[in-house]
C-alpha cells in the first residue's frame, strides 16, 4: 500500500493506492492544525483498511516540509509530484495550470521542462478569491456562480489582496452589480497568473488545470479558456495530482502505520520565533490605561436642542458606514456604525428612517458626508455638503485637542495623517493603494483564525512574548503567521504581533517616519482600528508618548462631517434654514436603480456606472472627464496635458517611397515621436505610430510580458509591439538610447535603465519580432555631430543605399523639429502660468516623465485636477527657468532633472497657489530616490509634498481624496 500527503498552505490531502490503483481519497482544510488532521487522516485509513500494518509514505505540498524534516519522512516537491501524476493520467499534457490555497504555479511539460511559482504573496490564489468573497459577502462558490451572470469587467488589481479590496469597495460605492465585479475578480486571478508567472512563455497546447479553485469555480476555467484562446482540461480527481504523485515517487520509505500516525499525532515544531516585549507589563498597567483613555470623551446620549435642530453626518468608509447627529452643542445624539456590505445606500436610507422615528420632532437644519461613498450619499439623500476626509477628521479632533498638532486615522483600508501648523493642516499622508497595516488587515486575520474580532485583539492585551512580524503586507505576512504558529507561538501573541506590525507599517510606510518620536506634541489618533487597545497601546510604545483617542475614534469622520455642516450653515447666515436632506416622507419612496453604460464622449470610452434615485437625482460614477456629467471645468481649457496630446497628435501617419517604418508610441517616444516622425519623413519613409493605448492593447501583449515587477508603462510597449505587427510596416523601429539629450541641469543625462534598453527586452521575448525588420540599435541623440555617421550605417543595415548626406540633413531637420516642439510647450506653460495668475487661480505642476501622458497611465489624473479648478502644467514646461543647483542624490537622470528643477520652481516661486503633484509608477525602484529628492526641496521651501502612485488600475478614490486633501490644505477648497 502506498499513502501521499499533500501539506499545502491551506488545505491537507491524502490519497492511497493499492498497487497501481486509488483506493482511498480525502481532503479538508487543516486551519494550520497540520499535526492533528493528518493524524486523524491517517487513522481514518487505518479504520478503512484494517489489515494494513505498513505502508510507502511521502509527503508533498507547500507546508509538509517542516513536518518531513523533523520526523523523518521522505518528502518529493510538488512540482515533480505533480509531473509524475500528469504523466501517468494526462500523457499528453503539455502545460499545467494549478492554484492553491496561497500558491500558484504554472508548469511546463512540453519542450524545456519549466517551472514558475509564486513567492511569498498570495496575490491571485484561493486565499484571494477567498477574501474577494468575504468582501461582497458571498461564499467562494457564489461568487463563481454570479460571475456567470455578468455583463461587463472592470480592472481589478489582483497581485495583492488588499490592492484588489481598494478597487473593489470603489466599485461597489459606485453602485457596481455584484455579478460584474465577481467576473472581474476572476478575470483579475487570470491576468496575474498569466502576466505574473508566464513570464512572457506562450501557453500553448494540451493545459491541465489542477488546484483547488480550478476545480471547484468553473467560471474561472472559463476566464482562463478565453484570455488564453484555448479549451483546458480539469481532470477528475484534481484536487488529488500532488498526494498521487507523491504515493507514486520513488521516494516513498515503509513506516508502520500505527507508529507514524502516533508520531504526527504528538508532532510539535522544534523551531523558536523571535518576540517582542509585551504591551502591558500586568492588569494593573492595564487599568491605568483604560482609565486615562476614559477622559478624551463626547456625550453621546445627549438630547435634541429644545426647538428640535440638529445636524447629520455620514461617513461611507471603504468597509464600514458611521453616521453621527449632533445637537447644536455639538453632543452626539443619535450614531451608527455599521459594515456597509458593498453598498451603504440601503443603510443610510434604513438609519435615516430610525432617526425620524426615534425623534419624530427632529428639524435637521445641516447635513454633510464624507468618505469613499460621499457624492452617491450626497447625491442620493439630497444632503447640503460634501466634506474631504481629511477635513472632517480634523474638524473632529478639534473639539478633542484643540492644540492638536499631528492626527491618525487608521481605517478599514486607508491611513490617513496630516501635520497641522497654525490652525491649518500642513502636510498630509495618505496609504496609497495598499491597505496593509489598516483595520482589514487584523479583521482578514482574525476571520482566518476563526475568531470575532474583538475577541482576537483581546487575546493579545496580555500577551507575554508577541511575534515580532516587523512591517509588511497582508498576503507576505500570511506565510509569516503561519510560521509562527508552527514554532509554537500562541494566539495571544500573533494578535498583539499583529497589532505592532499595524503601526509599524503606519509609521515606516505611509508616513515614513526616520523619528517616530517626532511627531508631534499633541497626538489625536482616530478610526476604528486604534478603538483596538492592543493597536493603541502599540502605537504609544512605539513613539514614546500618550496620545489622545475619543471615545467616539471609530465615529470622528460622521461627527466631523456633523460639526462640518453646522459649521458651513452658521457660515452661509442660513442656521435656521432646513436642511434640503431627504423627509421620513420621501425615505418611504425611495428607490434605487442601477445601469452600467459605455460612454463615448472621447476616446477613454470609460465604463460608466449610472446611479439613478427617486426624484430623478442621479449620480455617474467611473468617468474620467466632465462630458458625461455634462459640466464644464473653468480650467479645463487650460491643461497642457491635452495640448501636448494635440502637438502630438498633429505628427500624423503617412507613406514613403523607402517603404513604411512603425513606431511605438510609448516610453520616451511620447517626448521623441516628433524628432523621429521628422527624421524619417525626411529620408522618404512613411511613418505608422502605434495606436493609443488601452485595456485590451495591454492584454494584447500580456503573453510575453517577462516580469511582473516592471513599471506599467513599459509592460504596454508589449501590446504597442503586438499591434504594429498586425499591421505589418516594413520595419519597426525602436532604438536602444543609454542617454537622453543634455539640457544641462544634471550632473549627467541619462535615461532610466527601463527606458534606455526595454528594446533588447521586447527582441528577447516577442517571438514575432524575429518575422520583420526590429531597428533596435543602440543611438545617442546627444552626440549630435557624430549622430548622422552612425545613423547611416543602422540604416544601410536594414535599408542598404541610403547615402549619409540625405541623413545628415534629416538629422538637422529632425533636432530643429525637437527643439521647436519642446519651446511650443515651454512657451504655452508659461502662457497659463500667466493665466492662472491673472485669473487667481490655482496652478498644478504635474510632474513625472514623457509617458505619463498616456491616458492608460495616468488615468485622468489632469483631467480630475482641472475638476478641482486648477490648472495644470508639466515638469518639462517651467525646468528651463531654473538655474542648475546641487541636489542631495547624484542628479544623472534627464526626466529627473526636470523633476527637481519643477520643484524648486515652485519652492522658490513665493506663490501659494502653485504647487507640485508627482506622478510615480508602481514598479518604479528610482522613483524611491527622486520622491525623497522632491519632498526634501519642496519642504525646504515649506510647501506640501503630494505624490500619487499610479498603475494599471483605474480606482481614483484614494487620488480624488490626496487632491481634494492638498487644495483644501492649500485654503484654495473647502
Known sequence: MKIGLDVGSTTLKCVVYDGDRPVFREYERHYSQIAEKASHMLSRVMEQFPQAKSAELCVSGSAGMGLSEDLGIPFVQEVYATRIAVKKYIPDGDVVIELGGEDAKILFLSGSMEVRMNGSCAGGTGAFIDQMATLLDITPGELDK??????????????????????????????????????????????????????????????????????????????????????????????????????????????????????????????????????????????????RHKRDSVPTGGELSPDGGA????????????????????????????????????????????????????????????????????????????????????????????????????????????????GAIDNIFLNEACSSGCGSFLQTFA????????DFARQGLFADSPVDLGSRCTVFMNS?????????????????????SVVKNALYKVIRVTDARSLGKHIVVQGGTFLNDAVLRAFEKEIGQNVTRPSVAGLMGAYGAALYAMERKKASGGEEGPSGILTAQKLEGFSHQVKSINCNGCQNHCRLTVNTFSGGAKFTAGNRCDKPLQKHSLTAAYNLYDYKKQLLA???????????IGIPIGLNMFELYPFWHRFFTALGFGILPSPESDRQLYFKGQ??????????????????????????????????????????????????PVVAYYPEVLDANV?????????????????????????????????????EKEVKAAANAAYEEYAGYMEKIRRKGREYLRYAKEHNLPVIILSGRPYHLDSEINHGIDKLIC???????????????????????????????????????????????????????????????????????????????????????????????RLRSLFAALGLGE
Open 146 to 291: 454570479i460571475a456567470g451572470e455578468s455583463q461587463r469587467t472592470y480592472s481589478i488589481a489582483s497581485r495583492c489582496g488588499v490592492f484588489a479590496k481598494s478597487d473593489i469597495q470603489a466599485l461597489l460605492n459606485q453602485g457596481a452589480q455584484k455579478d460584474d465585479i465577481a467576473a472581474s475578480i476572476l478575470t483579475a486571478v487570470v491576468n496575474q497568473t498569466v502576466a505574473g508567472l508566464a513570464q512572457g512563455r506562450e501557453i500553448t497546447g494540451q493545459v491541465v488545470y489542477l488546484g483547488g479553485p480550478l476545480t471547484f469555480l468553473p467560471q474561472l476555467r472559463r476566464a482562463f479558456d478565453s484570455i488564453l484562446g484555448i479549451t483546458g482540461v480539469c481532470p477528475e480527481n484534481s484536487l488529488y495530482y500532488v498526494a498521487a504523485g507523491a504515493a507514486l515517487s520513488d521516494s516513498a520509505e515503509e513506516f508502520g502505520l500505527r507508529e507514524i500516525t502516533g508520531k504526527i499525532r504528538n508532532y510539535s515544531s522544534s523551531h523558536s520565533y523571535q518576540s517582542s516585549e509585551a504591551l502591558f507589563a500586568n492588569e494593573e498597567e492595564y487599568r491605568k490605561f483604560v482609565e
Open 311 to 422: 445636524y447629520v453626518g455620514v461617513d461611507a468608509g471603504s468597509t464600514t458606514l458611521k453616521a453621527a447627529v449632533v445637537n447644536r452643542a455639538g453632543e452626539i445624539v443619535y450614531s451608527r456604525y455599521l459594515p456597509n456590505n458593498g453598498n451603504p445606500v440601503p443603510l443610510v436610507r434604513d438609519f435615516l428612517l430610525d432617526l425620524y422615528k426615534a425623534f419624530p420632532e427632529i428639524r435637521i437644519l445641516g447635513a454633510a458626508s464624507t468618505g469613499y461613498g460621499e457624492e452617491i450619499i450626497k447625491n442620493a439623500f439630497r444632503l447640503d455638503f460634501g466634506v474631504v476626509e481629511t477635513i472632517a477628521h480634523f474638524t473632529a479632533a478639534k473639539k478633542f485637542q484643540p492644540d492638536v498638532d499631528f492626527i491618525i486615522d487608521i481605517g478599514g483600508q486607508d491611513i490617513k495623517c496630516f501635520k497641522i501648523k497654525n
Open 447 to 454: 476571520g482566518a483564525l476563526g475568531y470575532d474580532m474583538n
Open 480 to 500: 509569516s503567521v503561519k510560521q509562527a504558529q508552527k514554532d509554537g507561538a500562541t494566539l495571544g501573541n500573533i494578535s498583539a504581533g499583529l497589532s505592532m
Open 650 to 660: 498633429g505628427y500624423t501617419p503617412c507613406e514613403g517611397r523607402r517603404g513604411t
Open 703 to 752: 503573453h510575453t510580458i517577462p516580469s511582473d515587477t516592471v513599471c506599467y508603462p513599459a509592460k504596454l510597449m508589449h501590446g504597442h509591439i503586438e499591434a504594429l505587427l498586425e499591421q505589418k510596416p516594413d520595419a519597426i523601429f525602436y532604438p536602444c538610447m543609454s542617454y537622453n539629450l543634455d539640457e544641462h541641469k544634471g550632473d549627467n543625462h541619462y535615461n532610466c
Open 767 to 803: 517571438t514575432a519580432l524575429s518575422e520583420t525588420k526590429f531597428i533596435y540599435d543602440y543611438v545617442g541623440l546627444h552626440r549630435r555631430r557624430d549622430f548622422p555617421t552612425k545613423m547611416t550605417a543602422i540604416l544601410n543595415r536594414y535599408f542598404p543605399g541610403i547615402p
Open 867 to 961: 475638476e478641482c479648478g486648477a490648472v495644470v502644467v508639466t515638469e518639462d514646461s517651467v525646468s528651463d527657468q531654473v538655474e542648475k543647483f546641487p541636489t542631495k542624490v547624484l542628479n544623472q537622470w534627464t526626466y529627473h532633472t526636470r523633476l527637481y528643477a519643477a520643484a524648486r520652481y515652485v519652492a522658490e516661486s513665493g506663490d501659494p497657489r502653485i504647487n507640485l503633484v508627482q506622478l510615480v509608477s508602481f514598479g518604479c525602484g528610482v522613483d524611491a530616490i527622486t520622491g525623497d529628492e522632491v519632498r526634501s526641496i519642496l519642504e525646504a521651501g515649506d510647501r506640501i509634498y503630494t505624490q500619487i502612485k499610479i498603475d494599471e488600475i483605474t480606482n481614483l478614490g484614494a487620488v480624488r481624496i
